[in-house]
């Protein structure tokens, strides 16, 4: 069965940084592609990054490019995501999300159950 | 504002059938999958590809496209389908993702 666990979030001032991290167990993480997806409370769902299996190819949302770096470890089956310069509006649940295959551009599911990141002052 | 553009409410009642859609100039290009959230869960995928369901989602679950339109229909509506309904696709650009502002669905 595939899990993903996700972690890492909490309260954090604006302007400091976070990592978000996502162990994956149940399948072979080198071979599949993964994504972060973001959901502010109350809202609906937002694309924030995904990754290929091998770290080639890797895009972002406009809404935060130049600011979140995505990242994997296959060591470690994990999945990061480093946030820097948070800002108000990035406060949301934070979800990864197994891809379908070794591309990021192929559908994904399923998800891990989020981490909250709360940024305020 | 999203490419993917959904209705933000829809009711049926109950063992009725209903139909979810999802518009964008994107969907002309490239396939859809849906995705299920019900309060306080993490979202859950129920269609994907021409019209495909994962393991273990029910038959009352279908999908259909008509040009730009894309739709999720649950024919038979149950208690437990009431949840919100995200339609998922990639952008206008085809690298990157969009999701739809999101379905709520209530079963009356």
């Known amino acids: 069965e595939v899990q993903l666990v996700e972690s890492g979030g909490g309260l954090v001032q604006p302007g400091r940084s976070l990592r978000l991290s996502c162990v994956a167990s149940?399948?072979?993480?080198?071979?599949?592609?993964m994504h972060w997806v973001r959901q502010a409370p109350g809202k609906g769902l937002e694309w924030v990054s995904g990754i290929s299996w091998n770290s080639g190819d890797i895009a972002y949302a406009d809404s935060v490019k130049g600011r979140f770096t995505i990242s994997r470890d296959s060591a470690k089956s994990s999945l990061y995501l480093q946030i820097n310069t948070l800002r108000t509006e990035d406060t949301a649940f934070y979800y990864c999300?197994?891809?379908?295959?070794?591309?990021?551009?192929?559908?994904?599911?399923?998800w891990g159950q989020g981490t909250l990141v709360t940024v305020s002052s | 504002s999203s490419e993917l553009t959904q209705d933000p409410a829809v009711s049926v009642a109950l063992g009725q059938t209903v139909r979810i859609t999802c518009q964008g100039d994107?969907?002309?290009?490239?396939?859809v999958s849906w995705h299920q959230q019900k309060p306080g869960q993490a979202p859950v995928l129920v269609m994907y590809g021409k019209n495909n369901r994962p393991s273990g989602i029910p038959d009352r679950f279908s999908g259909s496209r008509s040009g730009n339109t894309v739709s999720l229909t649950i024919t038979g509506a149950q208690a437990e389908d009431e949840a919100d309904y995200y339609c998922?696709?990639?952008?206008?650009?085809?690298?990157?993702?969009?999701f739809g502002g999101g379905t709520k669905l209530t079963v009356l």
């Open positions: 994107s969907l002309r290009s490239y396939y």
């Open positions: 999300a197994k891809g379908s295959g070794r591309y990021y551009l192929d559908w994904f599911a399923p």
């Open positions: 998922n696709s990639r952008d206008s650009s085809g690298f990157s993702w969009v």
């Open positions: 149940g399948f072979t993480f080198d071979d599949y592609a």
